[in-house]
Structures are given as C-alpha cells and as structure tokens.
C-alpha cells in the first residue's frame, strides 16, 4: 500500500531525478564532465561576490555560454538573469523591484546561479539569446519565499556571433513539472526515476517542463543527517506517515530510498506547520534561478555522498508563501 503511496499519489509537483544513459565508468564521466567544463567556449565568464557586490564581465557572445560565481564573502551569494526585452531599462528594472518586490511582466528570467555557500564556486550553463540583460541578486522575506533586490543590478548584453558554442553532455537529468499524478507502474518508476546516482562529478540537465517560472536550488546535508532529522520536516505525503514502513515501500519498488518528497511537520492538531526555511544542518550548493518553461540549464557538480535535497523559495502564485509549502521539496541520496 504505501509503495503505491509514494509514487501514484497526486503531486502538485514532480520533480523527476535520474541518473541517464551516460558514463558507467569513471573515465567516461572525467570525459563528460571535462566537456562540459569548456562547452565549446575560449574563456569561462567568472563574476566573484562579496558580501553583497558582485562584479563581473558586462558581456558575452550568444549561445551556450558557462557562468560561474565564485563567493568570496561571508554570506550566500546569487545571481539571477533578467532579459529586459525590447526598449526596457536598467533603470527601470531597478525602480520596479524596489516599489514592488516582484519584476514586471516585461522582464524575462533566464536563469543564472542559485544559493552558492561562503567560499565555494558554482555554476550554470545557459542558452543566451542576444538581447540586453540585468544581472539581479534575490534574498529572502520573513516567511522564507524570495524576492529580487534593486541593489547592485549590473548590465549585461549579449551580442551575435558566428562561434559554435557546444552543448554539455548530461549525466543526471533533472525535470521540473507539475503532472498531477505518477502514472509509471511502480516497479517501472521506480527504475526509471529511482536510479541510483554515484558520488563524484556530474552534469546535470535542468529542464522546466511545467508552464510557470520554476528555480532550483540545491543543498548538500552535513554528513550523518538527513533531512527528515530536522523538526519541521519529515518524509511524507502527509501528516505522521510510518518512517519505517515508508523506507520499507521505497526500498521495495526498487528505489533504495532514493527520492523521497519532503513535507512539513504537524503539530498536536494534526494541522501542517508552515517552516520559513528548508532543513537545517545543510549547505548551499548552486542550482539554477528562475527557469522559463521550455528552458534548459546545465550544472557541474561535484555530488558527495549522502543526503541532498532539491526545492524552490520563489513565492507560490496563490498563497505567496515559498513553493517549498507546496510540495516543491524532495530529497535525494548519492551512493558510493
């Protein structure tokens, strides 16, 4: 019962975690991961931030370009990519955020780098159209749900060129949807969306296939904890499911525990509280900022073994609360 629990119930998000037909050795993935560290580019395009000013080139050529971001401060650090679309302004941009916490319906979000720790480097590889851009930085409100910030925009302008740019070769694939129901057999899903992924360096491939904005970020668990340790949150598709007999389910349907939703905790009246963070006891690993449907992004990672979870802070279109509320939080676990 509770392995058809955990796989065919109703999502209001799926997030589809797999490792695909890539290396099986670790030759092959130095090799992939090596072609995703140039994807046909002569220079990576590094911005470095510090505690709050991010400085940076003001331009590229188009087509798939890497950023990275290398934090040299005390906090976490982002950066997000907003086309500003035809006759739009920097300054405009700017005066919008401040009065509304929010962009306008002109500006375009392109992705960029999620929550990147205190002296660690993170990256993304994007599909650039030629256009003018503003690179924006997000922090969080008092519920925990994400907003742009009018301090410190840069312009960036992306410009035609005739260069062949390379697309990366994935070895994890990572699709963010809204299906309603798993409809897989569970003995299917289980292997497909299960699979196990092994520690080391991977290409991830971060595909929006619902028909809103969606991020994703990425935190890695201090070693010995999993997310469902903390209080406010356990393994569920409701309140108070049996640890136990759901490990069991999903060890069963031949995920090994792999990918796990993560729900919040209830309280003595079997009422769902309502966290304004993630799990605790983690740490920031990169991701990718708000992605448009149809949009694909590229990370390299180098994924240590034990518990990771992916989730989203953007503010959930009805509630304004963080989508991470909403079943937008799911936990996954690299192998040896």
């Not at 990576?44 to 370009?65: C, D, L």
């Not at 780098?113 to 503003?134: F, P, R």
């Not at 994703?216 to 997310?227: A, C």
């Not at 209080?231 to 796990?260: E, I």
């Amino acid at each position: 019962m509770y392995k058809w629990v955990m796989l065919a119930i109703n999502l209001s998000l799926f997030v589809g975690l797999m490792a695909c037909g890539g290396p099986t050795t670790a030759s092959e993935t130095r090799k992939q991961a090596a072609k995703a560290s140039s994807v046909g580019i002569a220079t990576e395009i590094e911005f470095v931030a510090n505690n709050g000013a991010i400085t940076g080139p003001s331009s590229s050529n188009n087509g798939w370009v890497r950023f990275t971001l290398k934090n040299n401060g005390s906090a976490e650090a982002n950066m997000a990519l907003i086309n500003l679309g035809s006759g739009n302004s920097l300054e405009s941009l700017s005066s919008y955020i401040s009065e509304n916490k929010g962009l306008p319906n002109w500006a375009i979000p392109s992705a960029g780098i999620a929550d990147t720790a205190a002296g660690t480097t993170a990256n993304v590889t994007l599909m650039m159209d030629v256009g003018e851009y503003a690179i924006v930085q997000y922090e969080l409100a008092d519920n925990g749900s994400s907003y742009p910030v009018n301090s410190g925009i840069l312009p960036f302008t992306v410009t035609q060129s005739d260069a062949v740019s390379e697309e990366p070769i994935a070895t994890v694939i990572v699709r963010m949807q809204d299906v309603g129901v798993v409809i897989n057999p569970v003995k299917q899903a289980g292997k497909t969306l299960a699979s196990p992924i092994k520690q080391g360096k991977h290409i991830l491939r971060i595909t929006n296939d619902d028909d809103v904005v969606h991020e994703l970020k990425l935190r890695d668990m201090d070693n010995g904890v999993s997310p469902d340790q903390d209080p406010m949150w356990v393994k569920q598709r409701g309140c108070f499911v049996d640890q136990n007999k759901l490990k069991d389910s999903v060890t069963s349907a031949g995920g090994g525990g792999q990918h796990v939703r993560l729900g919040p905790a209830c309280d003595e009246n079997d009422e769902r509280l309502s966290p304004s963070e993630p799990p605790v006891n983690s740490t920031s690993a990169g991701g990718v900022m708000g992605l448009l449907p149809g949009k694909t992004a590229y990370v390299v990672a180098e994924l240590n073994t034990g518990y990771y979870y992916i989730y989203s802070a953007l503010p959930n279109a009805e509630t304004g609360k963080p989508d991470f509320l909403h079943e937008y939080i799911q936990e996954f676990i690299v192998s040896y």
